[in-house]
């Protein structure tokens, strides 16, 4: 999950100035990053540091990752003539930085690492919005008004995930999450129409690599049987509905990663403790990824994450016992 700035002291002391799409073209250093809060929590598995913006940054479409704000775009996608600035990308040439740092990555880590990719809704929803919104407005009169082009570009947008997505995987990520974090803004029957086909093709090429998927997006309690239908290995879940539940909503067979609320992590660590086995105890026994709901929030204390770790440690271990 995007850690919001990545809270950790080791994180700031390194980082350096400037967007995070400057900072990933150093790959001993994005690397670094990466490996700090495996280092620092012993979690299973580690994401890459880089953003869902990284192949439409890289193709020049001109945005910006404005801190405390997000992706910023300096002219956005308004019209057909605005196709001509979306191109496929040539990873080796467009992003060898990106898979320079998996490269170190796979030799470095004892743990699989994930991949990622922005669904294209999401990142659609960026280019044409022009950065954060609150009801995507400009996006969903785009997709009613005009479905010809919307297909277009999302299918523009597709092709550009599934070129990010197979240039990782060559360079050795394990697991790849596609990211349609703001997917719960629509109602299900328009991301049916106008989303599912794009994601489901996603999945699909995911699937011929031997990798496993995992989407996740926020808000997206109704979605769920219609993104768990695109295909995913796993759904990401957010703190807005018990994992039971979602397992029920989902129908068919999956594994499930969430969910604890972000915003409990700033409460003391016997609440947190509480929660987070209350997760635990809900989840299917079978197929569990605990994570949070979504990002950790800057202000977290990093030893109520290495709390978090332990606890479910402890109970997993407990569980595999159980199973022996
Ligand atoms: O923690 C990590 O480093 C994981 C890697 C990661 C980042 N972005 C790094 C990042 C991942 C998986 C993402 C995905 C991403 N980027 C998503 C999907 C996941 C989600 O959170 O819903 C989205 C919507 C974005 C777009 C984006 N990038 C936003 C909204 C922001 C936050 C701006 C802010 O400062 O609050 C970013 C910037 C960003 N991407 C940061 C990190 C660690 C924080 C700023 C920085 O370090 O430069």
């Known amino acids: 999950m995007r850690q919001a700035g990545r809270s950790l002291p080791e994180y700031r002391a390194i980082r350096g100035s400037g967007s995070i799409l400057e900072v990933i073209k150093h790959p001993e250093l994005a690397a670094e990053i990466t490996l700090q809060p495996v280092r620092?929590?012993?979690?299973?598995?580690a994401i890459l540091y880089s953003d869902i913006m990284v192949p439409i940054f890289a193709i020049g479409f001109g945005v910006d990752i404005a801190p405390g704000i997000g992706p910023v775009i300096e002219n956005p996608f308004r019209s057909e003539a605005d196709l001509s600035r979306l191109r496929n990308i040539n990873p080796e040439q467009d992003i060898p930085y990106v898979l320079d740092t998996i490269k170190i990555l796979s030799q470095e880590l004892k743990v699989p690492l994930i991949g990622f990719a922005g669904a294209p809704f999401t990142v659609a929803s960026y280019i044409i919005e022009g950065g954060p919104s609150r009801n995507y407005a400009k996006t969903k009169s785009l997709l009613h008004t005009n479905p010809a082009l919307w297909n277009k570009l999302l299918s523009s947008l597709t092709d550009i995930s599934i070129g990010f997505i197979s240039s990782q995987i060559q360079a050795g990520a394990q697991a790849i999450q596609i990211f349609d974090s703001w997917a719960g803004t629509l109602a299900p029957s328009t991301y049916h129409d106008f989303v599912q086909p794009f994601s489901k093709k996603?999945?699909?090429?995911?699937?011929?690599?031997?990798v496993p998927s995992i989407h996740f997006g926020v808000g997206t309690g109704e979605l769920l049987p219609l993104m768990g239908q695109a295909g995913p290995d796993v759904m990401g879940i957010d703190w807005r509905i018990p994992l039971s539940e979602a397992r029920n909503r989902i129908g068919i067979p999956c594994a499930l990663q969430g969910n604890l609320d972000p915003a409990i992590c700033l409460s003391d660590p016997k609440i947190v403790k509480n929660e987070v086995e209350n997760i635990l105890l809900s989840a299917p026994k079978n197929g569990?990824?605990?994570?949070?709901?979504?990002?950790?929030?800057?202000?977290?204390?990093?030893?109520?994450?290495?709390?978090?770790?332990?606890?479910?440690?402890?109970?997993?271990?407990?569980?595999n016992k159980d199973k022996q």
């Open 40 to 45: 620092r929590y012993g979690v299973d598995a």
């Open 202 to 210: 996603i999945f699909s090429f995911i699937k011929t690599q031997g």
């Open 288 to 319: 569990h990824i605990f994570n949070l709901g979504h990002g950790v929030l800057p202000e977290t204390n990093p030893d109520i994450l290495k709390g978090i770790v332990e606890t479910v440690h402890i109970f997993s271990q407990k569980i």
